[in-house]
T-cell receptor, first 112, second 113 residues
């Protein structure tokens, strides 16, 4: 089945450590996105990539980094510079333009 | 900046009734609007897309309206079922920004048997 796989589902880290969240898709989509979801708030865009080897900052990129070396993969690194990293992170992809987003089932990151 | 507001209070309805969820937006005229369903601990799932030149869109028991004058979209679920219980998100496009979407905070719907 085609889809987006995020791993791991739960992730625990100590403050001051960088952590990388995995996102893989086999939908052959050009565009991929990372969103953050906090209780009572809408999804907020962290980074997005419309093509391999290119990506742009979203609304809350500070403290995060990404890479897009392969079409299928768009890993997100949460760095120690992110002041409030504990959240539910969602990866998505689409064919670009106004086509619907396909989401993974998220990674819940807890930093203590 | 763009702002989206959905019903902040959870919506509780009886099975068989019609659920109506609201999405209001300000400071922007989107070219289209999308609705998603999200279950606890899962990613959102796309339901419907409606364009600015469409007044209404239907899919099975779902209906979406888009009033660009009122800057509002309504999402209806007719003959609701307990399985419809979830959080529903609306999202607007950001013009000329590669299909980026702005999401509302979602409305939690609970359908009681």
């Amino acid at each position: 089945d085609g889809g987006i796989t995020q791993s791991p589902k739960y992730l625990f880290r100590k403050e001051g450590q960088n952590v990388t969240l995995s996102c893989e898709q086999n939908l052959n989509h050009d565009a991929m996105y990372w969103y953050r979801q906090d209780p009572g708030q809408g999804l907020r865009l962290i980074y997005y990539s419309q093509i391999v080897n290119d990506f742009q900052k979203g609304d809350i990129a500070e403290g995060y980094s990404v890479s897009r070396e392969k079409k299928e993969s768009f890993p997100l690194t949460v760095t120690s510079a992110q002041k409030n990293p504990t959240a539910f992170y969602l990866c998505a992809s689409n064919e670009g333009g106004n086509s619907p987003l396909h989401f993974g089932n998220g990674t819940r990151l807890t930093v203590t | 900046s763009q702002k989206i507001e959905q019903n902040s209070e959870a919506l509780n309805i009886q099975e068989g009734k019609t659920a109506t969820l609201t999405c209001n937006y300000t400071n922007y005229s989107p070219a289209y609007l999308q609705w998603y369903r999200q279950d606890p601990g899962r990613g959102p799932v796309f339901l419907l897309l409606i364009r600015e030149n469409e007044k209404e869109k239907r899919k099975e028991r779902l209906k979406v309206t888009f009033d660009t004058t009122l800057k509002q979209s309504l999402f209806h679920i007719t003959a609701s079922q307990p399985a419809d219980s979830a959080t529903y998100l609306c999202a607007l496009d950001m013009m000329n920004q590669g299909g980026k979407l702005i999401f509302g905070q979602g409305t939690e719907l609970s359908v009681k048997p």
